[in-house]
Structure formats: C-alpha cells, structure tokens
C-alpha cells in the first residue's frame, strides 16, 4: 500500500501520505480489525513507523509527547473500544494544544447500509454512538470518503493546526481501500506550515500599542507561554528578546521554554509559590507585563490563585487576537506580531533596552547537604538531580508530587522539560517520555515519576525495549499515592499502593542491556547517577523516598485547593 503519483492512492494510503507531509515519522495505537486498513497501510508506508502501544489509553498520551516535540502527532484506533480508551489522552491535549491526527476504523458502510448487528456495538444498529463523543476531544472531525478526502484533509490539517488541537477522522474499512477523486496535494513539514496573515490595520495599531507602552515603562516583564512552542515561535521569541533587552519570567506550566540559563530569565512565577520568592512582587508590581501566548491562570499555575496580576498592566497575545485591558484587537497573529515588533527594536535598541531590570536571582543550584549513609530522600534526590541533568536533556515530569518540586528547581544550562500541568493526568509521564524520546532523538530523555503514576502506564517500559529507545526512567518509591496524601485531610488507606519490585521491570518487559538499580541511601543514589552518566545505553532507577515526607498539607491550603467550605460572613 505505498502511494504511487503514477495512479490513484486508496483514501488511507493519501491520508497517511499527507500527514507524513507533515513531519510525522510514527504512529501509535493498537491494531483492530476495523482498524486494519489503517494499520495494513502504516506497516508499508516509507516514511511511518508503527509503534504498538500496551493499550489505548498509553497511545494517546505517547503521542502527546511526540507532538510536544515534533509539532504533530498520529494516533490509531479501532471503532467503539478502542476509540473510547484513548479520550482520556486525546482530552488533555486538547486542554494542553497539541494537534493529534486520530485515525479510527470503523465497520464497513455495507454493514451499515445492511443495518448488520456487529460487535463493539451496543446491539442496536446505531453505528455513530461513538462519534460525538471521540470528536469531543478534537478541535475538528471528518468522515473520509474516496469524494472528499482531499479536500476534508486540508480542511481538518488547516484547522487542527490553526487550533493546535486534536483532530479526528474516521475511515469506514471498505472506503478506506478505494481509490481517492481529485488532484493531490504535496504538503509541507510542520516547521515551515505560516500562522494566518494579520490584517494589517489591526496589527499596526497593535504594533504601535505595545511599542509606546515599552518605550515609557520603567519594569517591563515578558511572560511567554507555551503556546510560542506550539506555533514554533521559540527562535522568533528569542530573537525579540535579545534585541528588546526585556527579562522574561515562565509560569510552571511553561517552565524551560528557553535554556534556565539564559541571562534575561528571572525565574518561575507562580504565585506565593514563586521561584525564587521575590519573583512575586517583581511580577505583580511591573508596570507592564506583555503576556506571550495567553497565560493560563489556573490552579496549580498560579500557586493556588494566589497570583494577583494587575489587568490593567497586562497585554495579552493570543495566538490570533490582542487584548490590552479593555480593547480587543482580532485577526493579528502572533507570529506577526513578534516580528513586527523585533523589526522596530532592531532599528532603536538603545530606547527599549530594559537589561537593568534582570538581576534578581540567587544561586540556582540546590545546597547538598545530606550525608552518604543517610535514607535517599528528596532532599537529596533533587540537588542530585540537577547536577546528574546535562546540557541537551529533555526532563519529563509526571503530574504528582515530583512535578512541584521540579517546577521550583532551576534547571542547568540546556536542558528542556515537559509537563501537564494543566490537564495533570498521572500516568501520563511514562509514554509521554516515549513519545518525546522517538520524536525528539538527538536528546537524552530522563523521566521523573512517582510509583502511583508509573503503576497506571508501566506497560510502556516494553514499548521502548521494543522500540529501541535509551531513555532514564527515575521511579520515585513511597508506597503511595503522594500528590493525593497531600491534599487529603488526614492519611487514608486508599492512597497505599500494591508493593512492586520496581527494578526488576525492565528485565522482565524484554528490555536488553537497560542499567537497573534500587537505591535506598544518599551513597547509593550518587553512585547510580554515577554508573548512568558512564552507561551507554538505557537506564532505570528506583528512588526510595520516606512516606512520612506525604503529610496532608495545613487544612488552610487544602481548602484554597477545594474550596468546599461556607466562607465567612463579615459584618
């Protein structure tokens, strides 16, 4: 099934052709029988690698890491079950932007047309139950038929990367093989696929906003987001920053976006939680913060809401439209924008050149003071940790108690990061660091998880012995779940996990010449980083971490969490 220009391609052999366009080089998914053109197809295709997922649910979360680092992602089901398995991970990126093509088979329009009863159904003839609900976790969704799929393509690959979002398309098994109507269209790799133009009066006026309010603000701070990554605005963006003179600060969800080292990063903004604790009131007393992406103030990015930006001091740019307090300004993009004001700092650097505003942090590497015959603990793990981290890595960190932590610790020169802060699915870390390591393999991927998380997705350690991949897989070991003891009123049984022998995994999921150790001391600890940084291959570490480090946090905190509470009255 390789496409052929010499002939008609089927409408799967075009799809898989023109995602390929895209940059895409794996698909991940479990194969079904409805599913087995796709899968037939993905098996012969020059340019795809088929990567068999332990079940759905880790499929759609591995893909999730491939498009936080290529850009784009394909995700492949069958009908009914294994569609429905993969909602979970489609869901958070949706709420994270990433755009992941999901291919799903469906039974054949002759069985629909004979109204056949068949199986993944529930008996009842209705053979489009499931499509609400998978393309509720898309941005966009179409049926490919052999009439409209090359014009269903462009419109769903326009719109999902418009978004930055999920796409979901279905392909019926006897369609999927006939051969496509109509012209087909050459694309191209996701790095080179341009943002809408603005409409130039708009942007000039947003152009001219921001360079006034620059040019007469004395503590002016970046906030750059995430979504600079999924618009491939990263260079853009640091290219404004080195001629505008301007210091940036990150929120956790963007943490790393550049290198921690760069000279004009101030730290981690969040909240009363902010790192270091100064950032706070530097952030919330600027006279202007020029947000980059639409910061999203949630929870855990805000420590907890305790931020107080001043609205009045923000400007926000979106991917497609500006908002300076109470004006709107549409059909601008962000890229234009970007560039449009780089043009004009380039031409006068000495009226906009705030470099007298970045000083203010400390030291940034963590004090080690534990000593070798100690119990391992976070107040070793994590000083070592950031001195094991070498200029190049990709750290993962799984949503659970190590996310925080991480978010807070000033990452060496080089090293970039991955999280999910705002969906904060656990388990998501394991595949997502499959994703990341097949997506981005110039870089040394090393996970950071706790066993509550790992035990949801551990499957995937055999997808990347299968695969081939050498990533470093650090499992963080209390014997429970440690994010929910945290944030619960007292100890409950429920958070205990089954007691694993952790270090064993990857001997017994197939994985050959993968270094693998279980420490329990400080002395322990720093000599497995040891023995890691000096192996050639894959690595998997088992941290034991004191439980009695997971108590609840003051009843105070866990209600600013939940706010369950009747508040008080004043009178």
């Not at 088979?105 to 139950?129: A, E, K, M, N």
Request: glycine content about 8%; hydrophobic content about 40%; proline content about 7%.
């Amino acid at each position: 099934m390789i496409v052929r220009f010499d002939m008609a391609p089927s409408v799967v052999e075009y799809t898989l052709h023109r995602l390929a366009d895209l940059g895409i080089g794996h698909v991940f998914g479990v194969p079904g029988d409805y599913a087995f053109p796709i899968n037939d197809a993905v098996e012969v295709h020059p340019r795809l690698q088929w990567v068999p997922s332990a079940n759905e649910l880790n499929a759609a979360y591995a893909a999730d890491g491939y498009a936080r680092r290529r850009g784009a992602a394909m995700l492949c089901t069958t009908y009914g079950v294994g569609e429905l398995s993969a909602i979970n991970g489609l869901m958070g990126s949706m709420a994270e932007r990433l755009p992941i093509f999901h291919l799903v088979g469906t039974p054949s329009v002759r069985i629909v047309r004979q109204g056949l009863i068949c199986h993944h159904t529930l008996g009842d003839q209705v053979y489009d139950r499931f499509e609400q609900i998978s393309a509720a976790a898309c941005c966009v969704s179409a049926r490919l038929t052999p009439e409209n799929v090359v014009i269903e393509l462009e419109r769903v690959i326009d719109k999902a990367l418009e978004e930055s979002r999920p796409a979901y398309l279905t392909l019926p098994m006897d369609l999927a093989l006939m051969p496509i109507v109509g012209t087909q269209v050459q694309g191209s790799a996701i790095g080179t696929v341009q943002q809408r133009d603005s409409v130039a009066v708009e942007l000039d006026a947003v152009l001219d906003l921001i360079e006034a309010r620059i040019t007469t603000a004395k503590t002016p701070v970046l906030l750059p987001t995430v979504t600079l990554r999924r618009y491939g605005l990263i260079e853009v963006f640091q290219t404004f920053l080195d001629v505008s003179g301007l210091a940036y600060a990150t929120t956790p969800m963007d943490k790393a976006l550049l290198s921690e080292d760069h000279p004009a990063f101030l730290g981690i903004y969040n909240g009363a939680r902010s790192s270091p604790p100064e950032l706070k009131s530097k952030i919330e007393q600027a006279d202007l913060l020029l947000d980059l992406g639409g910061l999203v103030q949630e929870d855990l990015n805000t420590g907890l809401w305790s931020g107080r930006l001043n609205p009045n001091t923000m400007i926000s740019l979106h991917s497609d439209w500006v908002r300076a307090g109470d004006r709107v300004f549409t059909s601008v993009s962000l890229a234009d924008v970007l560039e449009g004001l780089t043009a004009r700092f380039r031409g006068t650097p000495s009226r906009h050149n705030h470099g007298d505003q970045r000083p203010l942090l400390p030291s940034p590497q963590l004090p080690l003071a534990s000593i070798a015959d100690q119990p391992s603990s976070s107040e070793s793990f994590y000083p070592l940790l950031q001195r094991f981290l070498r200029p190049g890595d990709l750290l993962v960190s799984d949503t659970g108690t190590c996310l925080l932590k991480l978010n807070a610790m000033r990452l060496p020169g080089g090293v970039a990061m991955e999280s999910q802060t705002l969906w904060g699915s656990i388990g998501w870390g394991t595949p997502a660091a499959l994703g990341c390591a097949l997506a981005d393999p110039e870089r040394r991927v090393v996970l950071v998880t706790g066993d509550g998380a790992h035990q949801l997705t551990a499957q995937e350690i055999g997808v990347m012995g299968f695969v081939g991949i050498q990533p470093v897989l650090i499992v963080l070991n209390n014997g429970l779940y440690g994010v929910e003891a945290l944030i619960s009123e007292s100890g409950h049984a429920y958070n205990n996990l089954p007691a694993w022998n952790y270090a064993d995994l990857p001997e017994a999921m197939g994985c050959q010449g993968w270094w693998s150790g279980r420490v329990s001391t400080v002395a322990e600890l720093e000599a497995a980083f040891a023995s890691i940084s000096a192996h050639p291959g894959a690595a998997y570490l088992e941290v034991m971490i004191p439980p009695e480090e997971s108590q609840p946090l003051e009843q105070a905190a866990i209600e600013a969490i939940h706010q369950t509470s009747t508040p008080p009255v004043d009178f």
